[in-house]
């Protein structure tokens, strides 16, 4: 019982430290929210449909940096429930003719559901660390695999979503307005970060925090350890899948590699890795960087300069120059760019302060 009460008292010592901080993000939010709500008024189609591509990959990774960042489990099997939402929602539109505003929240839930199981069945087992980054993995590729054999969802050929034609917002198909596309992906964004924000600050945050930084001594003082980490799973699972349902809604297709393929994972992690894992805002920052990158190296592949017109075209290269320039980032800012700018703001700190100091003595 002493216990308990420690680790309650640990948590709301922190939880209150944290107000401060939750109300600079939330400021923080609002400017961001602000500009990229304009942003459109000055984009091209292609800028515009490459901002879609940002915010989504963002929102992904903001569902990801929850549950590695900040919970300490590191997974990499996150397609896992993007599929679920893609499927969720593609199935009762197609086959019940539900709205998918409908559907993202039933796979939303569907998805919880999911991770509630995973993260039990692992947790429970003792299954961490390394061994909880394969276990997700090979979750991910058993699903993948599973449903290449499965009748109902049209197995290894995937599902067409037929064309209504023009604008609906009850199908969420927008043929002719791509900025309604973008404006449905600045809310998801928006709102799974303020959702974000709110957890990270709160009591739940602390909890998370404290089983990523040590799980044994966060278990001594009270902290159900196995539950905590299972709600992380859950709130992730969640979040990954309300992307998985804009994504067939914005390509009107889905099928098992594109759902719950190994690269869907890969992409999802790579934004906060680059961006700053555990940072509230690495996953925006690493889409930023990131998603941009990804379609210059295939501009610059499809075509090179003369001296270097023999990878024209070359199937992989940009994947290559793409992964080289990832592993330049990951070797000299291994916190990622906003770790590597906070470290960069302190240093120039350092000076100024020595400045002032003796101006004022």
Request: avoid cysteine; charged fraction near 10%; charge should be neutral.
């Amino acid at each position: 019982m002493t216990d308990q009460h420690a680790g309650q008292r640990l948590a709301r010592s922190l939880y209150t430290l944290g107000l401060p901080g939750i109300g600079r993000d939330y400021f923080a939010l609002a400017l961001v929210a602000v500009a990229l709500f304009v942003a459109p008024l000055f984009l091209d189609r292609f800028l515009l449909s490459l901002g879609v591509l940002i915010l989504f990959w963002a929102h992904l990774g903001n569902a990801w940096n929850l549950m590695a960042g900040y919970a300490g489990q590191f997974s990499f099997g996150h397609a896992v429930f993007y599929g679920i939402g893609a499927y969720t929602s593609t199935v009762l539109l197609v086959d019940h003719a539900i709205s998918p505003w409908v559907g993202m929240i039933a796979g939303a839930l569907l998805a919880a559901l999911f991770g509630l199981l995973m993260g039990y069945l692992l947790f429970h087992f003792g299954i961490r660390g390394h061994f909880f980054a394969l276990g997700t993995f090979a979750i991910a590729e058993l699903v993948r695999l599973l449903a290449t054999e499965i009748e109902f969802i049209n197995t290894s050929v995937g599902i067409h979503i037929p064309l209504v034609g023009g604008d609906s917002w009850p199908r969420m198909q927008f043929e002719d307005s791509l900025i309604n596309y973008y404006y449905v992906m600045l809310g998801i964004f928006v709102v799974g970060l303020i959702l974000v924000i709110a957890i990270v600050h709160g009591r739940l945050g602390s909890y998370f925090q404290a089983i990523r930084e040590n799980e044994e001594a966060a278990a001594a003082l009270g902290v159900d350890v196995l539950r905590y980490k299972t709600i992380a799973v859950m709130v992730s699972g969640a979040l990954t899948a309300v992307a998985g349902t804009f994504f067939t809604q914005y390509f009107l297709f889905v099928d098992p590699t594109l759902a719950f393929g190994v690269g869907v994972s890969v992409q999802i992690l790579l934004r906060p890795i680059v961006g700053g894992v555990g940072a509230i805002w690495g996953p925006l920052v690493g889409s930023l960087l990131l998603t941009p990158l990804g379609e210059l190296t295939r501009a610059f592949v499809r075509t090179p300069p003369a001296f270097l017109s023999a990878i024209e075209g070359r199937a992989g290269v940009d994947v290559m120059l793409f992964g080289a320039i990832l592993v330049l980032v990951v070797l000299f800012m291994p916190h990622g760019v906003v770790g590597a700018g906070r470290s960069l703001w302190q240093a120039l700190q350092r000076p100024v302060r020595r400045i002032v100091l003796s101006v004022t003595k």
